[in-house]
Structures are given as structure tokens and as C-alpha cells.
């Protein structure tokens, strides 16, 4: 028991930790192997650290009190009115401190001093806010808390969940120079996924920056120090989301620039305003698909025919001569062999329209990448692991506060985003 007229602190602790190890040791001595005795410190720990948590709270709160005295409201002495207890929720378990309240008798307003440096809000302390919003922008609500429950014994709620990444998620971090800045070519690939929302399935814009080195031998050409932005925003508003993370990469120090996408027309609108100068390359497996698309037209699904063909289409492509293969899809559109959905003119028209985004042996031997693979693969890692969920339907400002968390931690900004939720609690 702690003696509630004892004041040093030391003391106080030193016989909290002592009580607590007297218990261990019994424990140890009981310990039918080390797998319990390792849950028996592991609780130890968590007991200890309660009691010290909860013991020098109270203390250092004392003692503030003591010397602010209230202090003065509209030109009046503050009187003390009452003490009060508040309980906030820690990832050492609910802790509880009695602080002073104080009210002014000419204006009546009340004041709780302690309350500045406790900085508990909402029932939760800091460090277990930042515990909650870090597991919950990587796994779902139920997983997180399932996870704190099972590594820390911290029991939670969904919706308690949810109003702490709300807070913690809400505002977008303003964009600021990454420590290292991109010493090769920047390269961004940039893609579209659908998510499922309240109001039916949306679109999310998604970009991956990289630092790439097309000097070294293809083997090891690999993108480095990859970034993503990405949001459910109109194309325009993307457009200036892209522009404020490739500045804080280094998009204007960069020796080259090149952006990689598939076919779709915000895409490379967006490029040609605000990279006019870049190397545009489109990814060569939705060419691709295209060309599979025309050749089953053709000659059938799954036909060695359409194998052929195809295989001739993609190296005429890959060489330098899409232009032939243009040619002879216009033939076969003329000779009546195009389907219902006109798939042989859109091919054409295709290859047409991108023809300066697909010189891939040039593309290849420069040293620039041909795929879009880092960007396709966010789509799944950074949107789809977490919002694409069996039954999951969310809201615009539920999604974005989760991605704004993901997108902190995926791009090594998670310190930045805990200075923020300092600032705004």
C-alpha cells in the first residue's frame, strides 16, 4: 500500500516495484516452463508500469498545482472548488489522477490546470492514439484491436477506434522535402482503382514515385526509395497533389524525368501539364491486352492462329514498327472482320494515339522501365489490402483519414503526422 500523506516520489515508486517483484518472484518459482515464465514478467512489467504510470502522474499534478495556486481569471483569484478524478485509457491499462478544480468567483468560468499537461483527450492518452491509428492504417478495425488486445492486453472498441483515426487522419500532411532527395531519374507511374464507397464504387488516383538509375546493367535496375499520393479526388485536384510530392522528391533537380501509365486520358493530361518534358511510356502489358483483345477477334479465343498472330503484332510493336500493325488492323477493319464493339478500329486508334509512348526497345535500351509494376502493385498493397475488404462500404472522410495514415507510414512521414496530431490535440 502506498501511504496517500507520503510525498517522495522515489520512495513511493521503489515500494510499488518492490511489492510487484515479490509477486514475480513467487510466479517465477511456479513456472512450469519458460514460456510462462516470460507471461509472468510480461504482466509484471504491465502492473509495474500501471502503478508508476498512475503514482508519478498524481505526483508531478501535485505538485504544479501547489505552485500555480489557481491563479488569476479576469482579475480575480481562482478559488478552489473541488477535487475531481479523471480516468484515461493508456497502453498500460486505465489510469486515474484527482486534479483540482477551480472556478473564478466573479466570472464564473472553471478550469482543470492539470489537464495542459496531462494532454489526455477523449479518454485516451497520446502514445495509445498513436498505437491505434498506426495498426488501423495497416488492418482492419477488428484486426487492429485484436492485435492490441493480444500484444498489450488494451481493450478497445471499434468506434473508439474510429474517432481516434478520424482525429488523428483528418488533416492532410503539408508536403515538405524528403531527407533524400531523388539522385537519378525520378520516375512516377501513375494508375486508377475502383473502392467501395457509400455511394457506389469510386475511383481512387494513385501515383508511385521512385528514384531510378537506368546507368546500371538491366539486372540491376530496380526502382529505389519509393513514395505514393493518392486520393479520391477529380483528376484536377490529383494533378496537384502529384505536382506537390514530386517537388518534395526532387522533380527539379533530377537529372530526367519519365512517367509511366496505361491508356487513360487523365492520365497523360495530367503528364503533358505538368511534365510536358518527360519521357511518356506506356505500360507495355496493357498494350498488350489490346493486341490479345484484336487477335481473338480474329481467329477466335485460345487458337494457335491467334497466338501467331498476336506474337507478330508484339514484336512488330516492341521493334520500333507499330505502325504495320496499325496498317493491318485498318485493313482487317475494312475487310468486314471487325466485331460489334469495334475492337480492331479502337486497337488502331490506340496505337495511333500512343504511338510516341511506345518505342520500347529505344524505352529499353536507354534504360527506362517498359511496366507499370510498381504502381499496379500499390493498387493492390495500398488501397486494396485495406479498403477493399468482403462487405466494406466507407465514407469519403472515414477513407481518406485511413489513407492519409497509410500513405505516412508507406512513405516514412509517420514522425510528421505525430507532430501534427500534437498540434491540433
Known amino acids: 500500500m502506498i501511504i496517500a500523506e507520503e510525498r517522495d516520489l522515489r520512495t513511493q515508486l521503489l515500494r510499488c516495484v518492490e511489492a510487484e517483484t515479490e509477486v514475480l518472484v513467487e510466479q517465477i518459482a511456479k513456472a512450469p516452463n519458460a514460456g510462462a515464465m516470460e507471461h509472468a514478467v510480461l504482466e509484471w512489467r504491465t502492473r509495474v508500469g500501471k502503478v508508476v504510470m498512475q503514482t508519478a502522474c498524481q505526483d508531478v499534478v501535485e505538485r504544479q498545482e501547489e505552485a500555480a495556486r489557481g491563479g488569476l481569471c479576469c482579475g480575480a483569484a481562482m478559488t478552489l472548488h473541488s477535487r475531481r478524478e479523471k ?3 493508456t497502453l498500460l491499462g486505465a489510469v486515474t489522477v484527482t486534479r483540482r478544480y477551480w472556478r473564478c468567483p466573479r466570472c464564473r468560468r472553471n478550469v482543470f490546470p492539470a489537464d495542459a499537461w496531462l494532454g489526455w483527450s477523449e479518454g485516451f492518452s497520446y502514445p495509445l492514439q498513436e498505437a491505434v491509428a498506426w495498426t488501423c492504417s495497416g488492418q482492419t478495425y477488428r484486426e487492429a484491436l485484436g492485435s492490441l488486445k493480444k500484444l498489450a492486453g488494451i481493450e478497445l472498441s471499434v468506434l473508439g477506434a474510429e474517432q481516434i483515426v478520424a482525429r488523428w487522419g483528418k488533416e492532410e500532411l503539408e508536403v515538405a522535402p524528403y531527407a533524400e532527395r531523388v ?15 457509400k455511394e457506389g464504387w469510386k475511383e481512387a488516383k494513385l501515383a508511385a514515385c521512385c528514384d531510378w538509375d537506368r546507368t546500371l546493367e538491366k539486372a540491376l535496375r530496380h526502382p529505389q526509395a519509393v513514395t505514393y499520393v493518392a486520393d479520391w479526388k477529380t483528376a484536377e485536384e490529383f494533378r496537384d497533389l502529384l505536382w506537390q510530392e514530386a517537388v518534395a522528391r526532387g522533380v527539379s533537380t533530377a537529372r530526367e524525368v519519365a512517367v509511366l501509365g496505361d491508356g487513360a486520358p487523365w492520365i497523360w493530361d495530367l503528364v503533358d501539364h505538368l511534365f510536358p518534358y518527360a519521357v511518356q511510356i506506356l505500360d507495355w502489358y496493357h ?5 490479345w483483345k484484336a487477335g481473338r477477334v480474329v481467329h477466335g479465343e485460345g487458337t494457335d492462329l491467334t497466338q501467331a498472330l498476336v506474337e507478330d503484332w508484339k514484336t512488330e510493336v516492341w521493334e520500333g514498327r507499330s505502325e504495320v500493325v496499325e496498317e ?8 468486314g472482320k471487325d466485331d460489334a464493339e469495334h475492337t480492331l478500329r479502337k486497337c488502331a486508334d490506340y496505337l495511333r494515339t500512343h504511338q510516341h509512348r511506345i518505342r520500347y526497345a529505344q524505352f529499353e535500351a536507354q534504360g527506362w522501365p517498359t511496366g507499370s509494376g510498381v504502381v499496379e502493385g500499390a493498387c493492390g498493397h495500398v488501397l486494396g489490402l485495406r479498403f477493399k475488404r468482403k ?10 483519414a485511413v489513407l492519409h495514415l497509410r500513405l505516412d507510414r508507406l512513405n516514412g512521414r509517420w514522425e510528421e503526422r505525430c507532430a501534427l496530431a500534437r498540434k491540433v490535440a
Open 87 to 89: 480516468t484515461v485509457l
Open 183 to 197: 539522385k537519378h531519374a525520378l520516375v512516377m507511374q501513375i494508375d486508377g482503382a475502383i473502392t467501395p464507397m
Open 287 to 291: 498494350l498488350t491486352e489490346h493486341l
Open 328 to 335: 493491318h488492323l485498318r485493313e482487317l477493319v475494312s475487310a
Open 391 to 400: 462487405s466494406t462500404r466507407w465514407t469519403k472522410p472515414g477513407a481518406r
